[in-house]
């Protein structure tokens, strides 16, 4: 087996965000529908078009399918979602692939919007 050391030149490659789709700030309330917890409510952190994360003060266990609620561009959206990750209180849930197709449409049209007035503002 070969063990590779890092090198001066390693270390000044640029590191490389292995998600498929890039992340936007977003701060709005959220509502978790979960079938263990009942409902949970929360605040998002930032969304693309695969996931969304927020803040909790409830836990929500790891790979339950729940429901999310939440508001966009004044759009109402629910789709489904498993949660993926969990650090102290901050959750992150992807998306399911089988969720209702307007709502992931208002999801990627939401992402662009975010994506234009944040390279605006700088953020």
């Not at 030149?9 to 978790?32: N, T």
């Not at 998306?95 to 994506?115: N, W």
């Amino acid at each position: 087996m070969e063990v590779r050391h890092q090198t001066e030149a390693d270390r000044s490659l640029p590191l490389i965000d292995a998600r498929r789709y890039p992340r936007y700030k977003l701060s709005v309330e959220i509502q978790v529908f979960s079938r263990t917890c009942g409902l949970i409510k929360g605040n998002t952190e930032d969304i693309s078009e695969s996931g969304i994360s927020g803040t909790f003060m409830e836990e929500v266990p790891l790979g339950e399918v729940v429901r999310l609620e939440f508001t966009l561009s004044l759009n109402h959206v629910e789709v489904h979602a498993t949660v993926r990750q969990r650090s102290a209180f901050r959750y992150g849930f992807e998306f399911l692939e089988a969720s209702d197709v307007p709502e992931m449409e208002i999801i990627r049209r939401a992402c662009r919007e975010l994506a234009v007035e944040q390279s605006l503002s700088g953020t």
